[in-house]
Protein backbone atom coordinates (compact mmCIF):
# COMPACT_ATOMS: atom_id res chain seq x y z
CA UNK A 1 0.00 0.00 0.00
CA UNK A 2 0.86 3.45 -0.74
CA UNK A 3 2.10 5.27 2.74
CA UNK A 4 -0.93 7.15 4.26
CA UNK A 5 -1.23 10.54 5.52
CA UNK A 6 -4.21 11.23 7.98
CA UNK A 7 -5.17 14.46 9.73
CA UNK A 8 -7.89 15.07 12.80
CA UNK A 9 -8.52 18.10 14.43
CA UNK A 10 -5.20 18.67 16.44
CA UNK A 11 -3.09 15.31 14.73
CA UNK A 12 -0.76 14.70 12.21
CA UNK A 13 -0.16 10.88 11.37
CA UNK A 14 2.05 10.09 8.96
CA UNK A 15 4.50 6.84 8.31
CA UNK A 16 7.72 7.71 10.47
CA UNK A 17 10.73 8.42 8.85
CA UNK A 18 14.47 7.98 9.46
CA UNK A 19 14.19 12.06 10.58
CA UNK A 20 12.07 10.27 13.65
CA UNK A 21 15.01 8.19 14.87
CA UNK A 22 15.76 10.82 17.67
CA UNK A 23 12.18 11.18 18.97
CA UNK A 24 11.55 7.37 18.86
CA UNK A 25 14.61 6.59 20.69
CA UNK A 26 13.58 9.08 23.57
CA UNK A 27 9.91 8.14 23.39
CA UNK A 28 10.37 4.65 23.91
CA UNK A 29 13.19 5.25 26.64
CA UNK A 30 9.92 5.20 29.02
CA UNK A 31 9.55 2.82 31.31
CA UNK A 32 6.01 2.33 31.06
CA UNK A 33 6.06 1.34 27.08
CA UNK A 34 9.21 -0.93 27.50
CA UNK A 35 6.94 -2.38 30.69
CA UNK A 36 3.41 -2.40 28.66
CA UNK A 37 4.65 -2.77 24.70
CA UNK A 38 6.95 -5.17 22.45
CA UNK A 39 9.71 -2.70 22.11
CA UNK A 40 12.89 -4.13 23.31
CA UNK A 41 13.90 -3.92 26.44
CA UNK A 42 16.28 -2.21 27.14
CA UNK A 43 15.41 0.04 23.51
CA UNK A 44 18.53 0.90 22.36
CA UNK A 45 19.70 3.36 19.27
CA UNK A 46 19.69 0.56 16.66
CA UNK A 47 16.44 -0.62 17.66
CA UNK A 48 14.70 2.91 16.70
CA UNK A 49 17.09 3.27 13.70
CA UNK A 50 16.00 0.12 12.27
CA UNK A 51 12.30 0.89 12.85
CA UNK A 52 12.51 4.03 11.19
CA UNK A 53 14.83 3.03 8.30
CA UNK A 54 13.59 -0.41 7.85
CA UNK A 55 10.45 -1.88 10.28
CA UNK A 56 8.02 0.41 8.52
CA UNK A 57 9.14 1.17 4.75
CA UNK A 58 9.33 -2.70 4.80
CA UNK A 59 5.57 -2.98 6.24
CA UNK A 60 3.98 -0.41 4.13
CA UNK A 61 5.85 -2.07 1.00
CA UNK A 62 5.06 -5.97 1.76
CA UNK A 63 1.17 -4.50 3.23
CA UNK A 64 1.85 -6.57 6.71
CA UNK A 65 2.10 -3.42 9.22
CA UNK A 66 1.03 0.27 8.63
CA UNK A 67 2.77 2.12 11.16
CA UNK A 68 1.81 6.03 11.69
CA UNK A 69 3.81 9.08 13.58
CA UNK A 70 1.90 10.68 15.77
CA UNK A 71 2.07 14.74 15.52
CA UNK A 72 0.99 17.42 17.06
CA UNK A 73 0.16 19.50 13.52
CA UNK A 74 2.69 18.39 10.97
CA UNK A 75 6.05 19.91 12.29
CA UNK A 76 5.01 19.52 15.99
CA UNK A 77 6.50 17.12 18.40
CA UNK A 78 6.09 13.42 18.00
CA UNK A 79 3.40 12.19 20.61
CA UNK A 80 2.28 8.94 20.04
CA UNK A 81 2.91 5.40 17.33
CA UNK A 82 -0.02 3.96 16.20
CA UNK A 83 0.05 0.63 14.02
CA UNK A 84 -2.26 -2.17 12.21
CA UNK A 85 -0.57 -5.49 11.39
CA UNK A 86 -2.29 -8.14 9.56
CA UNK A 87 -3.79 -10.71 11.00
CA UNK A 88 -5.83 -12.61 8.21
CA UNK A 89 -7.65 -11.79 5.40
CA UNK A 90 -10.00 -9.16 6.55
CA UNK A 91 -8.76 -9.29 10.39
CA UNK A 92 -6.24 -6.67 11.33
CA UNK A 93 -4.71 -5.92 15.01
CA UNK A 94 -3.98 -2.10 16.30
CA UNK A 95 -1.40 -1.00 18.75
CA UNK A 96 0.00 2.29 20.17
CA UNK A 97 2.03 4.00 22.68
CA UNK A 98 2.03 7.31 23.87
CA UNK A 99 4.93 9.52 24.74
CA UNK A 100 5.36 9.90 28.34
CA UNK A 101 5.20 13.88 28.39
CA UNK A 102 1.73 13.36 26.00
CA UNK A 103 -0.32 10.79 28.15
CA UNK A 104 -3.86 12.39 29.57
CA UNK A 105 -4.58 14.43 26.80
CA UNK A 106 -7.23 12.68 24.42
CA UNK A 107 -4.69 12.35 21.41
CA UNK A 108 -4.41 8.75 21.57
CA UNK A 109 -8.11 8.38 21.14
CA UNK A 110 -7.92 10.97 18.62
CA UNK A 111 -5.22 8.94 16.39
CA UNK A 112 -7.14 5.59 17.43
CA UNK A 113 -10.28 6.45 15.66
CA UNK A 114 -8.82 7.83 12.60
CA UNK A 115 -6.07 5.34 11.93
CA UNK A 116 -9.61 2.71 12.94
CA UNK A 117 -11.45 4.48 10.40
CA UNK A 118 -8.64 4.38 7.72
CA UNK A 119 -8.60 1.02 8.46
CA UNK A 120 -12.13 -0.07 7.60
CA UNK A 121 -12.78 2.37 4.82
CA UNK A 122 -9.39 2.09 2.76
CA UNK A 123 -7.83 -1.23 3.88
CA UNK A 124 -11.18 -2.98 3.90
CA UNK A 125 -10.65 -4.50 6.99
CA UNK A 126 -13.77 -6.71 8.69
CA UNK A 127 -12.53 -6.62 12.18
CA UNK A 128 -9.53 -4.30 13.97
CA UNK A 129 -8.05 -6.00 17.30
CA UNK A 130 -6.88 -4.54 19.97
CA UNK A 131 -4.55 -6.62 22.23
CA UNK A 132 -2.49 -5.86 25.54
CA UNK A 133 -0.93 -7.29 28.01
CA UNK A 134 -3.51 -8.19 31.28
CA UNK A 135 -3.26 -5.40 33.48
CA UNK A 136 -2.44 -2.42 30.95
CA UNK A 137 -5.30 -0.47 31.82
CA UNK A 138 -4.35 2.83 30.41
CA UNK A 139 -4.32 0.50 27.01
CA UNK A 140 -7.97 -0.67 27.95
CA UNK A 141 -9.43 2.92 28.63
CA UNK A 142 -8.39 4.07 25.28
CA UNK A 143 -9.32 1.28 23.52
CA UNK A 144 -13.01 1.39 25.26
CA UNK A 145 -13.45 4.90 25.10
CA UNK A 146 -12.82 4.15 21.25
CA UNK A 147 -15.57 1.82 20.79
CA UNK A 148 -13.31 -1.71 21.19
CA UNK A 149 -15.63 -3.96 22.42
CA UNK A 150 -13.73 -5.95 25.59
CA UNK A 151 -14.17 -9.67 24.35
CA UNK A 152 -11.66 -11.86 27.26
CA UNK A 153 -8.19 -12.59 28.55
CA UNK A 154 -5.89 -15.25 26.02
CA UNK A 155 -4.09 -17.44 28.05
CA UNK A 156 -0.53 -17.15 27.17
CA UNK A 157 -1.58 -14.95 24.08
CA UNK A 158 0.92 -12.84 24.08
CA UNK A 159 4.86 -13.71 23.65
CA UNK A 160 7.58 -11.08 25.10
CA UNK A 161 11.05 -11.41 25.91
CA UNK A 162 10.81 -15.24 25.97
CA UNK A 163 8.26 -15.63 28.18
CA UNK A 164 4.22 -15.91 27.37
CA UNK A 165 1.71 -13.69 28.86
CA UNK A 166 -2.09 -13.35 29.53
CA UNK A 167 -3.60 -10.74 27.60
CA UNK A 168 -6.78 -8.83 27.24
CA UNK A 169 -8.22 -8.64 23.67
CA UNK A 170 -10.99 -6.79 21.95
CA UNK A 171 -12.14 -5.75 18.71
CA UNK A 172 -13.82 -3.05 16.92
CA UNK A 173 -16.37 -3.69 13.61
CA UNK A 174 -17.09 -0.90 10.96
CA UNK A 175 -20.44 -0.89 12.28
CA UNK A 176 -19.22 -0.06 16.10
CA UNK A 177 -18.20 3.85 14.19
CA UNK A 178 -22.03 3.83 11.82
CA UNK A 179 -19.44 2.42 9.17
CA UNK A 180 -20.37 -0.09 6.36
CA UNK A 181 -18.25 -3.50 6.44
CA UNK A 182 -16.30 -4.81 3.88
CA UNK A 183 -18.55 -8.38 4.45
CA UNK A 184 -22.22 -9.04 5.66
CA UNK A 185 -21.77 -9.58 9.63
CA UNK A 186 -24.60 -12.09 11.04
CA UNK A 187 -23.77 -12.09 14.53
CA UNK A 188 -24.05 -15.28 16.73
CA UNK A 189 -27.99 -15.97 18.25
CA UNK A 190 -27.96 -16.32 22.05
CA UNK A 191 -28.95 -19.88 23.00
CA UNK A 192 -32.38 -19.22 25.54
CA UNK A 193 -31.59 -20.12 29.42
Not at 62 to 91: E, I, N, Q, W
Request: neutral net charge.
Amino acid sequence: MEPTTLTTERLHLRPFAPSDEDEVYAAAQDPAIQRWTLVPSPYEREHARGFVRETVPDGWRDDKAYTFAVRLGARGPLVAAVGVHVRGPGSYEIGYWTAGEHRGRGYMGEALRAVARWTFTEVGAVRLEWRAEAGNLASRAVAEKVGFRFEGLLRAGLLRGGTARDCWVGALLPSDLGLPSALPYLPAVSAPS
